[in-house]
């Protein structure tokens, strides 16, 4: 059976590059222009520049969904959508595009042939790790490799799973990343640097994870070694990355769920200029097509780039205590320059949690901040912008 595998491996690879032609991309938007509700699918013409109406509203339970096993129609509370969805990849040999929700431990598809839903029932996507108040282990990365599999990557990068896309998915857990030894401390695992983002995949059997603080890193999947490149040039500062699609011209397009507009960046030389659509820039906090990046046209690929744009070189700011047990914490800043500053707390889905405006007249402080009640348990991200320096500070931290 190993032998066989092994014969039918080349003629995956042959079936997902012949699909590098697919000038369209799936986004995962709200209905409103600029907000975070993650639950309505659109797609993005990446030849005409153009960005359709709603395709898919994900939080309608009255639609009935169908066991991925049986392929029997049921009704359920659950909404296909249901707490978001920042996790998506196409196979565009079976025109599935499969999802995970943000606080699910699920996979399920949409059949983009008839529009049907399918949970995978029996087998839960990352062993049953995701939970809110975990948000190492939530699925946030996924794309569709050049071997045929879907590969999808949690938070902390302990988990890199793959799962078949034909028939029943059989889904698998590789294990945990490993950081080259030449990152010289810059990890895979930080939760500051290295959570969100997402995934894509090239045609030698690596995947590119830009995470949501523009860190890229290259995963060779067969050993599982994280090598870290360098920051993406050219991105606004504070610019979260949260979808990335390979287009038909072998350029990666960028989405972000906390700021609206598009950017293409070229994968030879890391660097991003703005990509204008005709209608509305959607907010989006996922993104996936069929294509794989062909290292044909990317011999630069492996060049790092330019030093983090979400940080200041001078300065820090720090959230004490880490995590926080309430809504009230302290926000130590180190050699700011004084002046005025506005403070801007989200979560992880890219919602504002509060927005302030803060004077600083010392280089050296801390500032109390008090969130509003009833959050949630979870990963947050704080940032500090300066009014006029264009300074810009974030730190993540988390909420038990």
């Not at 049986?70 to 996790?87: E, I, M, N, W, Y």
């Not at 490799?145 to 029943?168: E, K, M, P, Q």
């Not at 080259?180 to 895979?188: C, F, K, L, R």
């Not at 010392?362 to 009014?387: A, D, H, M």
């Amino acid at each position: 059976m190993k032998k066989l595998l092994l014969f039918f491996v080349p003629v995956l690879c042959c079936a997902v590059a012949e699909a590098q032609s697919d000038r369209f991309a799936y986004a995962i938007t709200d209905q409103q222009a600029g907000g975070s509700n993650w639950h309505f699918l659109r797609r993005i013409d990446l030849s005409g520049a153009t960005v359709t109406p709603v395709l898919y509203e994900g939080l309608n339970t009255q639609r009935p969904v169908y066991q991925a096993e049986s392929g029997k129609a049921v009704l359920t509370a659950d909404a296909p959508f249901q707490s978001g969805v920042a996790a998506m990849a196409l196979d565009p040999r079976t025109n599935r595009l499969f999802y995970t929700p943000m606080q699910i431990d699920q996979l399920r598809y949409l059949d983009l042939n008839t529009w049907k839903t399918y949970y995978v029932s029996q087998t839960s996507l990352a062993g049953n790790r995701t939970a809110t108040s975990d948000a190492g282990a939530m699925v946030t990365r996924m794309t569709i490799g050049n071997d045929g599999y879907v590969y999808a990557l949690t938070n902390d990068a302990r988990h890199l799973i793959r799962f078949s896309t034909g028939g029943l998915p059989v889904i698998e857990d590789l294990g945990s990343l490993v950081d080259d030894p030449a990152n010289n401390g810059q990890s895979i695992h930080l939760s500051c640097t290295s959570f969100g983002g997402d995934i894509i995949a090239d045609d030698k059997g690596n995947l590119y994870l830009m995470t949501s603080a523009q860190y890229l890193f290259r995963i060779q999947i067969r050993s599982k070694v994280a090598t870290y490149l360098g920051t993406v040039k050219g991105l606004p500062v504070g610019f979260s990355v949260n979808g990335m699609a390979v287009t038909d011209r072998n350029q990666i397009l960028v989405t972000s769920a906390v700021q609206p507009g598009y950017f293409l960046v070229d994968p030879t030389n890391w660097t991003a200029v703005a990509w204008p659509v005709k209608e509305t820039s959607w907010n989006g906090s996922d993104l996936a097509n069929g294509n794989v990046l062909s290292s044909q046209t990317s011999a630069s690929v492996e060049k790092a780039v330019a030093l983090p744009k979400t940080h200041s070189t001078k300065g820090s700011i720090a959230v004490f205590p880490n995590p926080i047990l309430d809504q009230q914490f302290q926000l130590r800043l180190r050699d700011l320059t004084p002046g005025g500053y506005q403070l801007e707390v989200t979560d992880m889905m890219g919602r504002q949690v509060l927005r302030q405006a803060v004077q600083i007249s010392t280089e050296s402080t801390t500032l109390p901040v008090l969130l509003p009640r009833g959050q949630t348990q979870g990963l947050y991200l704080i940032k500090l912008s300066g009014l006029e320096n264009r300074q810009v500070y974030q730190q993540k931290f988390l909420i038990q």
